[in-house]
């Protein structure tokens, strides 16, 4: 079973950027659409982007211009560029495919922005 490693979460400024990364144990080409979900504390886990195999890329509103999502399936890897952060961008991260699958999460990183 394929299993995902997210990384890059940090304590950064409001204004800051991060990189994020979600590697895969397995094959990801398989996958047509991969996506960034994120949690807050007390709310639901929502999806923020989603980028497929043929690259297209989807966000909502609240990061559209701010974030950026691309996948290298050589690397087994999708990323999430973040710049521009705001406080309301504090939440865990994670990813998995899109739509997501019960059971296909990683551990999720965390992403704290200051005010």
């Known amino acids: 079973q394929v299993q995902l490693v997210e990384s890059g979460g940090d304590l950064v400024q409001a204004g800051g950027s991060l990189r994020l990364s979600c590697t895969a144990s397995?094959?990801?080409?398989?996958?047509?659409?991969m996506g960034w979900y994120r949690q807050a504390p007390g709310k639901q886990r929502d999806v923020v982007a989603v980028v497929t195999n043929g690259g297209t890329t989807n966000y909502v509103d609240s990061v559209k211009g701010r974030f950026t999502i691309s996948r290298d399936n050589a690397k087994n890897t999708v990323y999430l560029q973040m710049n521009s952060l705001r406080p309301e961008d504090t939440a865990v991260y994670y990813c998995?495919?899109?739509?997501?699958?019960?059971?296909?999460w990683g551990q999720g990183t965390q992403v704290t922005v200051s005010s």
């Open positions: 998995s495919s899109y739509p997501s699958r019960i059971g296909f």
């Open positions: 397995g094959s990801i080409v398989v996958i047509n659409a």
